[in-house]
């Protein structure tokens, strides 16, 4: 059974910087993708970016570009979003997802088939 579990949000100043993990467990395939996303209240549910199996290729929406950086630990089977220059923006419930190869590179949630449960990030002027 697939399962992703998210921690690590909080509350932090805008500015600040936070790191999430994704623990992972029955994604035993090989080339898997995951991803994470984030849902603000009132909001469709937005893409923040995605790695490959391999952990060398990323992909992130622009609005995040240039501040999170994903990455995995295979040995952990942990995947991280590490978020830095947090702006008020970013306040969102963050979910951590996974599909198959096809998924990398698309913005798409429906191209994902497992889902965590959501961590929440609230980032304060």
């Known amino acids: 059974q697939v399962q992703l579990v998210e921690s690590g949000g909080g509350l932090v100043q805008a500015g600040g910087s936070l790191r999430l993990s994704c623990a992972t467990s029955g994604l035993t395939f090989n080339g898997y993708t995951q991803g994470w996303f984030r849902q603000a209240p009132g909001k469709e549910r937005e893409f923040v970016g995605c790695?490959?199996?391999?952990?060398?290729?990323?992909y992130y929406a622009n609005a995040v570009k240039g501040r999170f950086t994903i990455s995995r630990d295979k040995a952990k089977n942990t995947m991280y979003l590490q978020m830095n220059s947090l702006k008020p923006e970013d306040t969102a419930m963050y979910y951590c997802a996974a599909g198959d190869p096809a998924a990398w590179g698309s913005r798409s949630s429906a191209r994902y088939d497992y889902w965590g449960q959501g961590t929440q990030v609230t980032v304060s002027s």
């Open positions: 790695i490959n199996w391999s952990g060398f290729s990323t």
